[in-house]
């Protein structure tokens, strides 16, 4: 009995500090752009409603394409290299400009730009 006291006790702290590690956001909008060879060719801003979790070095959203990506490396204040769910290299930047927070993942020739708050 004393035993499986003590393992309900460590699930508990566990499971405490696994929700409490992870932050969600609200997306609303996504935007994604081409490169042509010299600069970003930005498409329409699209309303969207997904959620953004932060959990440790990953982030998931909650997509149709359940995109989940691994930052392994910094890469400046609030820039990382990362892997995505499909292991390609990306770069991820958490920005915030003129009151919007701002998610980008960016590939070698395709970002995608998710705002949240």
């Known amino acids: 009995i004393k035993t499986m006291k003590k393992l309900i006790l460590i699930l508990m702290v566990l499971f405490t500090t696994v929700v409490s590690a992870q932050k969600q956001y609200t997306i609303y909008a996504t935007q994604s752009a081409d490169w042509d060879g010299s600069e970003w060719v930005y498409n329409d ?3 969207n409603s997904m959620v953004l979790t932060i959990q440790g070095k990953a982030v998931l959203i909650n997509d149709k394409a359940h995109s989940s990506y691994f930052c392994h490396t910094s890469n400046g204040e609030s820039s990382y290299k990362a892997y995505d769910e499909k292991n ?3 770069l991820i930047n958490f920005i915030v400009e003129n009151q919007y ?4 993942v960016m590939y070698n020739d395709f970002l995608i730009r998710y705002f949240y708050q």
């Open 88 to 90: 390609r290299k990306c």
């Open 45 to 47: 801003l699209k309303s």
């Open 101 to 104: 927070s701002v998610l980008t």
